[in-house]
């Protein structure tokens, strides 16, 4: 079977779409497989995740987002996806649709083109699922401990303020080592680590479960602000910018949860299943 696909990314979060909007292409058995085997870079297209646009559960809204991992396993929602995987919805229909109304596993999501370029955009999200900021907590790995905020958007963050340079911090191996402790099972976490720059900037790197250390996490973004704003580090009124190492979101994070970032349409292809 030939399975169409594009590939997008959000600040060098790749992801591969398949449109099955119309019928669903991949049995459910198949997706975990699918997607691990062709997210594996060297040996296929490569890519941090798979995305399914799918009829949304509800008719009044637009599609259904699912987001599955590169190890295969499936997520609530991933932000930087929810761009790319708008984009695609406004390319498939000709850009008749600016705005779309995204079911998620955490929620419903208002996204909104709002600058479009040939194959690249700007998209504002507004998040209308929960969220949480759990508080403060320690993990001890080895001779260090770790002091963390534990925000949930659906999907389990622990979001770490740092002292030194977040350059030069070695966010591969503690970020697994997050992951995988016992503390977060059986969900896992991602994990962010921040440098606060000014009430309303912060530099950030992020280690996301099942994919490792990710070059931007929309979400990520969104819970190293709002940790920052309950900590008093950060601004609670107006934007505050993310940078992270495939570029800089905004985040508002007042009564309302909204992100605003690129997307990126790469190249099309088709898969041989």
Known sequence: ??????????????????????????????????????????????ADGLLFLCRPDKSQNDFRMRIFNSDGSEAETCVNGLRCAAFEAFLLNGGKKKEFKVETGAGLVNAKIVRQKGYSADVELELLGGRQFRGKFYLNLGKKSFEYYSVDLGNPHAVVFLKEPVKDFPVEEIGHKFEWNRAFQPERTNTEFVNVISPKSIKMRVHERGACETMACGSGAIASVIAGIETGLLSGSGWVKVEMLGGTVEIKAGKGLFLKGPAKKVFTGSLDW
Do not use: T, W
């Open 1 to 46: 079977m030939i399975v169409p696909f594009s590939k997008l990314h959000g600040l060098g979060n790749d992801f591969i779409v398949v449109d099955e909007l119309q019928k669903q292409v991949i049995e459910e058995k198949d997706r975990q497989y699918f997607a691990s085997k062709n997210c594996k870079r060297n040996f296929s297209v490569g």
